[in-house]
């Protein structure tokens, strides 16, 4: 994938997303966040206390899942 076209986001197995590119982190109602870094990690175990930002909590917590998709079904 060609960087300046999107962002690529990365599983990462029991962590967070990785997401790199050319992107925006907005809320709901669109107001824009800023990261402050060029790539950054979103929690996905729900323990940060900096969300959407993983903090790695998910460590502390023993946050378990999969690098990849689950399975359709
Ligand atoms: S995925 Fe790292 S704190 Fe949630």
Redesign the pocket.
């Known amino acids: 994938m060609d960087s300046e076209a999107g962002a690529t986001v990365t599983i ?1 197995e029991d ?3 990785l997401v790199r590119g050319t992107f925006s982190v907005v809320t709901q109602d669109g107001a824009v966040i800023e990261p402050g870094r060029a790539t950054v ?8 206390a900096t969300k959407p930002f ?6 502390v917590i023993g ?1 378990r899942a999969a690098g990849e998709p689950d399975p359709p079904g």
């Open positions: 990462c962590g967070p997303l990690a979103l929690c996905r175990c729900g323990a940060s993983c903090d790695g909590s998910h460590k946050f």
